[in-house]
């Protein structure tokens, strides 16, 4: 159409619609479409299913705009979007396959869930599952993500490559909130905010526990300690003589005070003192080290090299969680 186009109502396999203005649909206007639909207002504005009335189904999107709302009451596929913005409501689940908006972007699965594919933004990106969970292989670009869901990344993990990073979790499994992959544009953990979690939420390497504190970085902490240590396990061999002895699992507790700064020769004038050591922590630790050192070995050869690099860093990320909570069970 050589003007703006209003839409009273369609009902099509596939659908195409090239506008020279802005692309509208009246108030109460039923659009059903079982396949793809291609979209295209140029740099004008579209603007579908707003209205109270109107009743908006599409089996797939391709959509190019200037500022693009569309308001979907089923499940929406978004094939490809390219525009000056966008705001999609879905009344199921979301799946974002290819968008790009050199403005912000805002996606919402009202009542399911969300599937990220490749979302790229000029701006700010916000993802809003709070009925439903955030999974996908893609890649999230931007300046700003915030993110509101049960939880993310617990099947696939999505990759956050934007400069900073709000998060907001309600559910957790298996002890996690939220497991993503951190892009080259999130360079600083201080960057990353966590407004609520239940569970664990780890970002690449980074981890934040279940009140959104920062935790040290696994491979930092376990550096950290290396440098005087030389490895965890050199740390627990030196309580071997503790577990040698008969009398320890018939105590309650065994405690020890361990001076970081006389004994280890670690940097800082803090020192733990009476660190009371459950033995059913201890031994898991103990357990999650002879894992580790199995998998060095290579002992079990049905495993890929990418399958054991990321159960080693799952067992390095329990190791760290049961240290944690070693150090504070005496607080």
């Known amino acids: 159409e050589d003007s703006a186009t209003d839409i009273a109502g369609a009902s099509a396999t596939t ?29 004008n504005a579209i603007t579908l299913g707003d209205n109270g009335g109107d009743t908006t189904n599409f089996g797939s999107l391709n959509v190019t705009g200037g500022a693009v709302t569309v308001t979907e009451d089923s499940a929406t596929d978004l094939a490809s979007v390219n ?7 879905s009344a199921g689940t979301l799946t974002a396959t290819n968008v790009t908006s050199t403005g912000d972007i805002t996606l919402t699965a009202s009542t399911g869930d969300m599937v990220i594919g490749t979302i790229t933004g000029g701006n ?62 999130l360079v600083n953990k201080a960057n990353v905010t ?21 935790v040290q970085d696994v491979t930092q902490e376990f550096s950290s300690y290396s440098s005087q240590t030389s490895t965890l396990t050199d740390m627990l061999s030196a309580l071997e ?28 004038d803090e020192e733990i ?8 922590i201890l031994l898991q630790i103990i357990d999650l080290k002879e894992k580790l050192e199995s998998l060095d070995r290579g002992d079990d050869v049905s495993m890929s090299s990418e399958q054991v690099e990321q159960l080693k860093r799952d067992i390095e990320e329990d190791i760290a969680k049961l240290m944690k909570k070693l150090a504070a069970s005496n607080k």
């Open 273 to 280: 003192a009476n660190m009371s050591l459950e033995k059913e």
């Open 15 to 43: 659908l195409n619609i090239t506008s020279a203005g802005a692309i509208t649909d009246s108030s109460g206007a039923t659009i059903a479409v079982t396949g793809l639909a291609t979209i295209n207002a140029g740099s």
């Open 194 to 214: 966590i407004v609520s979690t239940p569970g664990t939420v780890r970002i690449g390497s980074w981890l934040f526990d279940g009140s959104g504190q920062d």
């Open 83 to 89: 525009s000056a913005s966008l705001n999609v409501t």
């Open 241 to 268: 003589p503790v577990l040698a002895d008969p009398d320890f699992f018939n105590e309650e507790t065994v405690s020890i005070n361990i001076d970081i700064e006389g004994e280890l020769g670690m940097p800082g």
């Open 124 to 185: 700010d990106v916000t993802l809003n599952a709070t009925s439903g969970t955030i999974d996908g292989s893609g890649t999230v670009s931007g300046n700003l993500a915030t993110i509101n869901t049960q939880t993310i990344g617990l099947t696939t993990e999505p990759t956050m490559n934007v400069n900073s990073l709000t998060l907001t979790f309600t559910d957790m499994s298996g002890g996690f909130s939220g497991k993503m992959l951190s892009g080259a544009a």
